[in-house]
């Protein structure tokens, strides 16, 4: 395995709360050294000059589509689409055909995972069989299977029913398991296609209103409370959901939450010419909740930046805006989003973007080799240009699919170099296409 | 300037509808000939793509294309997705294209499907109703009818009534009485109103009696039946009651005031049988002069540049 000596780039690690230029050296799949101007025998140079140095990027919420629609998306095309993103690990949602209910589903992926090497691949579990809300999936055997699974959710559906809820979070505690919930109460987001508001009465689309999101969540924050369960409540996108989480944690309970690139930079005015490639649920919403999102990740009242990474056919993208799929690619854009939407505007410093992105991603998942750059811990990290333009251009995803919201659009920051385990799966803005197995 | 697509009265200033409304005025003389046709469409193809059951609008557009010589092909589908039976509605879109139309009159269940069609194909897109987004012809229609009895808009007392929420009529009506200046109130229950209409410019009231005695134009929209099982009012018979135009309710209206619907009509629910047969009644001219409207619209956008465009 290849030695490199990273030299005089910006090392920004938040879990020690480090931002400073220095040297890094990885040698043997590790973080062999950090320091100034060091000088190990038998290393790669790269100059890091002006780039930022940080640990890689860790994603909670991503949708690998395999097994089931491998047409849109195969957990080698989305590992590579993660690494070019500057990702070393990913959560891989349970939403899959067959649903990843059961540890021998969960153990498929992380095969798979470990199969295209690029990344982590970290599958979630169900928490319900088939997703459908009802019985309890194989949580124990999920937990304990190889894949050991921590992070448990009906993702695309919320669990309607409240004394299902609390059961299930009772029962992971067992496992130190994480209850993971898509809030949306589905009798009032019923036939929705976007944020119910001015815009969706004007586009005459039916809408989704925020309380459909808040009332979950209100509810979930109160089992969590009654159960003592971990909670983490996945892509919220309204300023009353961000209020629930800000007063659960002053409240000292153990709730977290994400959001993600799309909810921070996108609102319901995007829908104007109704593009199916901005559908998505949770919906884009209203200019003051986008607002509240980033206040939310500034304050640190939302933990983590999660991908929603959600790949579909262009066949299926191409339909009328009503019958079209909600969701979009994240993987690919999610670091520059963050740098030109919330960095560049001083809502968030790089340190705590960074944070967001990797560091509590990290440890909301138990990752020991992931979210930190230390001596000594496995080397996955993340080198980018933090001034970079460039145009986004489907075309040249790694992604299998190509919906995404952001073509054409000018983004900030590119990643240059991304290691994985110590092996470069990024260099030179190029994927390493030799580390594909 | 109507631009290259009709798809929204939100593009149309007051000077483009007075110069639709002018055209189809002198369209309309058209009708009175006993040949009933203008060669200004010949060599034209107009195809009618109608991805919901429509028999008066298809007609009549139907009818504007041929009475200006226009070629007209109809093309009917069903309004579910039909890309499970492997042709999209982009796949439509293009096969359409490649056949060379050169005007597709769209309607579709789906807001926002004639957008996305203006989207995908060079041909002009016109919005015969998107969903419960809107209807501009029917809206041109309507202020047609309104200004053959009152000539001005300005300061003119329009109620809508009933089901604003899922109505595309209401959107475009709205729209285009408001551009032409006149004074707009949506009338129902709260469940069928949205509050955020007012940012339409139009007022929101929820009672229809106190409003008659100063109305110039009472406006009603189709109760859809399927809609009571929604629990968005608790009875037709409820509805009716509360919101429904009978001759009692009528008596009240000043004597040139006028009552209007959009077709086809629930008769016992939003109107009695013997108000839309009334004197009042202008719902058959509605009808006719829709003839003349997408005359106008066709000629305008279609026949100016003939030969030329793309």
Known sequence: MSAYLMKGGRIVDPASSTDELGDVVIRNGVVEAIGRDLEPDGVEIIDATGKVVAPGLVDLHTHLREPGREDEETIATASAAAAAGGYTAVCAMPNTDPVQDSASVVEQVWALGREAGLVDVIPSGALSKGLEGAKMADIGEMANSYAKVRLFTDDGHGVQDALFARRVMEYLMTFDGIYAEHCEVEALAAGGQMHEGERSVELGLRGIPSEAEELMAARDIALAKLTGCRLHLLHISTAGTVELVRRAKNEGLNVTAEATPHHFSLTDAALFDYDPMVKVNPPLRSDADQQAVIAGLADGTIDAIATDHAPHAQEEKD??????????????????????????????????????????????????????????????????????????????????????????????????????????????????????? | M???????????????????????????????????????????????????????????????????????????????????????????????????????????????????LAKWVKAHVLNAGDGAHEHPTQALLDLFSIRERFKEFDGLKVAIVGDVIHSRVARSNVKGLVTMGADVTLVGPATLIPKEARSWGAKIEHELDPLLADLDVCYLLRVQKERQNEQLFPSLREYSNLWGLDNRRMSKMHKDALVMHPGPMNRGVEIAADVSESERSIILDQVSNGLSVRMSLLYLMLGGNEGEDS
């Open chain 1, 319 to 437: 339909q009328e805006f009503s019958y079209a799929p909600p969701g979009l690619l994240g993987l690919e854009t999610a670091l520059a989003l963050t740098l030109t939407e919330l960095v560049r505007p001083g809502h968030l410093t790089l340190s705590q973007a960074i944070e967001r992105l990797s560091t509590t991603p990290a440890l909301i998942l138990g990752l020991q080799a992931h979210g930190r750059v230390e001596r000594g811990r496995a080397a996955n990290l993340v080198v980018f240009d933090p001034e970079a333009r460039w145009t986004v251009d489907p075309m040249t995803f790694q992604s299998k699919s190509r919906n995404t919201p952001f073509a054409g659009r000018s983004l900030q920051g590119q990643v240059v170099h991304t290691f994985f385990n110590g092996k470069q799966t990024v260099r030179d803005r190029r994927l390493v296409t030799e580390a594909r197995v």
């Open chain 2, 2 to 116: 109507i631009g290259k697509h009709l798809l929204s009265m939100d593009q149309l200033t007051k000077e483009d509808i007075i110069e639709i409304l002018d055209t189809a005025e002198s369209l309309r003389q058209v009708t009175d000939r006993p040949i009933k046709k203008l060669p200004t469409l010949r060599g034209r193809t107009v195809c009618n793509l109608f991805y919901e059951a429509s028999t008066r609008t298809r007609i009549s557009f139907e009818l504007a294309a041929k009475r200006l010589s226009a070629d007209v092909i109809n093309f009917s589908a069903d309004s579910k997705s039909s890309v499970s039976k492997g042709e999209s509605f982009k796949d439509t879109a293009w096969t359409l294209e490649a056949m060379g139309v050169d005007a597709i009159i769209v309607r579709h269940g789906s807001s926002g499907a004639p957008h996305q």
